[in-house]
C-alpha cells in the first residue's frame, strides 16, 4: 500500500521572521532555489518507494506551512492539530484543519498548551511507546495530556540544545528497531531513558556532523532513508541495518530550521502493535 504524505509546495516560502536559530541568521532570505530543491524531494520520494503526495494548498502569508510535520500528530483517523508556541505560526492551524479534514481526518487539539505535532510527537515504530519531545515548542503538559489520546505509553524527553528546538531534528525512529538520535540534544534524564527502553544494538547515535545536516530529520520509506546528506559512517551503518540511504539537497529549507521530514507529514501513523500488545 502507498504511504500518504501531506506536503505543502514552497510557492510562498522564504524566511520571513525569526522564530529558531536557524532563522536568526536569515531572516529576509527568499529561497530562491527552495522550488527545485523541493521538486527534487518529491521525485525522490516517489523513485525510493511507493508514496502518495497529499498537497495542502500554499498560503501567502504562512512561509513555514511547507513543514507539514508540524500540522499535527496523525493518530489512527484522528489529527492531534498543533498549538503553535509563536504568533507566526498560529495562523497555520486552521489551513491544517481543514486540509486533514478534507482528507478524512477527525481534528481535534490540546487545551491549554503549546504542541507542535508530528514535529514533537514521534511513534516508535516497532515499541508501543511514542517519544514526546518538549521544552522549545511543545511543553511537557502537552506530553501529559497526549498520554491519554494515543494508547501507548508516552515517554517525554526534555530538548536542550535550541539548535535541535524540535524532537524529530534529534530522533528518528526506523521500523527495523533501530532509533537514530543526537543525544547531546537530549537532557541526560532523557538520555538515560532512552538507554534504557532501546537495547544498545539498536541505537544509532550520531555526531554533531550529522545532527547539523539534519540526518536525523529523515523520511523512511519501506527500505529506503531519504535525507539532506550524511556521513559516510553514518549511511554506511544504515545500509547495515537494511536501509537504501537517498540524499538530496536541501540547504534552501535548513535557512528556516527544517529538513526532508519536516516537509511532510505521515498520514498513516498511530502506536506500533508491540510484540506484548499483539499476543494479548
Ligand atoms: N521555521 C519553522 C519553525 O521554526 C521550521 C519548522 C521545522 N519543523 C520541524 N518539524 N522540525 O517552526
Sequence with gaps: MATRLLVCPPTHYSVN??????????????????????????ETFTVAANVQLVTIEPGEHVPDLVFTSNAALICGNLAVLSSFRHPER??????????????GFATTYLQQTYFEGAGDAIFDR??????????????????????????????????VDERFYHLDMALCSLSSGHVMVYMDALSPHAQTQ??????????????IDDALSFACNSVELDDAVVMHSC???????????????????LTEFHKAGGSAKCLTLRLDEGPAIGIAAATA
Excluded at 532512552?194 to 555526531?207: F, H, K, N, S, V
Design 194 to 207: 532512552l538507554r534504557r527502553t532501546i537495547d544498545p544494538g539498536y541505537l544509532i547515535e550520531i555526531g
Design 90 to 103: 498560529r495562523r497555520e492551524q486552521g489551513l491544517y484543519r481543514i486540509a486533514l479534514a478534507k482528507a
Design 126 to 159: 516497532v515499541r508501543p511507546i511514542m517519544y514526546a519531545g518538549y521544552g522549545w515548542r511543545s511543553e511537557r503538559n502537552a506530553t501529559l495530556q497526549l498520554a491519554e489520546l494515543v494508547g501507548c505509553r508516552v515517554m517525554p524527553l526534555l530538548l
Design 17 to 42: 521572521y525569526d522564530i529558531n536559530p536557524w532563522m536568526t541568521r536569515n531572516v529576509g532570505y527568499s529561497a530562491p532555489d527552495a522550488q527545485r530543491q523541493w521538486d527534487r524531494l518529491m
Design 231 to 249: 556521513t559516510r559512517r553514518l549511511r554506511e551503518r544504515l545500509n547495515h541495518a537494511g536501509y537504501r540511504v537517498f540524499q538530496t539537497e
